[in-house]
């Protein structure tokens, strides 16, 4: 799999970051959530699977971006 850079919220371009791979999905980077009681409210974590925060902001933007990219 082959990642591309979509976009990050951070300053130095750290995490959280979103990049589309060459299977069309996408990948967070980002620092897992941890809190106890946070997780106690995921569903079905399966096995290998974890939690990211990322900031709506981010999301929002790579939406407009990618938006914009198809019309």
Known sequence: ???RFLGSTS?????PSL????RG?????????LDREAR???RHVLDGE???E???????????????DHD
Request: charged share 25%; aromatic share 2%; proline share 2%.
């Open 1 to 3: 799999m082959r990642l």
């Open 11 to 15: 300053e130095a371009g750290a995490c």
């Open 19 to 22: 990049y589309e791979t060459d």
């Open 25 to 33: 999905t996408i990948v967070v980077q980002g620092l897992e959530v």
């Open 40 to 42: 106690a409210d995921l």
């Open 50 to 52: 974890t939690a990211v």
């Open 54 to 68: 990322v900031p709506r902001e981010l999301l929002v933007e790579i939406a407009r971006r990618v938006l914009s």
